[in-house]
């Protein structure tokens, strides 16, 4: 079934709140990449190949996931693009190590949807010249 952004960013916003726990993948508890894949299971998003998002979970990673891993899987699920989109998932370096995904929504400005460990919960904030400089790359969904 085919979602459009303003789909993801609302069922991105409907997780605002929900604690974080590493490698967490219900309402009960989300890690950045738990969040990811809870609003891939609510919408049935698939993949490039027509294969459903939660198909890349990954769980055997450590607080310190392995980011040559992380970027393979988004490069095959999604396609990588040089400019946001509402609704994008951005990859981003935490500690100089591109682990670290978010939601951008641009409407009514230009925001950052994740699970965030520093804030303890999914939350919804700017995207400032901070997150800015952590970007390392930005990928679409396509179902």
């Known amino acids: 079934m085919k979602h459009t952004p303003d789909d993801i960013i609302q069922e991105a916003r409907s997780w605002l709140g929900v604690p974080f726990v590493h490698q967490g993948r219900t309402r009960y508890g989300v890690d950045c990449l738990g969040l990811l894949m ?4 609510s919408l049935q998003l698939v993949d490039r190949h027509g294969v459903p998002l939660t198909h890349h ?3 055997a990673y450590s607080t310190m996931p392995c980011v040559q891993h992380l970027y393979a899987t988004l490069s095959d699920a999604c396609r990588e693009v040089d400019a946001w989109q509402h609704g994008d998932i951005g990859l981003f370096r935490i500690e100089g190590r591109a682990q670290h995904v978010a939601i951008y929504a641009d409407a009514p400005m230009p925001m950052l949807i994740h699970a965030y460990q520093s804030a303890g919960c999914v939350v ?3 995207y400032d010249a901070t997150w800015m400089r952590r970007l390392a790359s930005i990928f679409r969904v396509l179902g």
Do not use: L, S, T, Y
């Open 124 to 126: 919804e904030h700017h």
């Open 57 to 59: 979970d990954q769980r």
């Open 38 to 41: 809870g609003i891939a299971a």
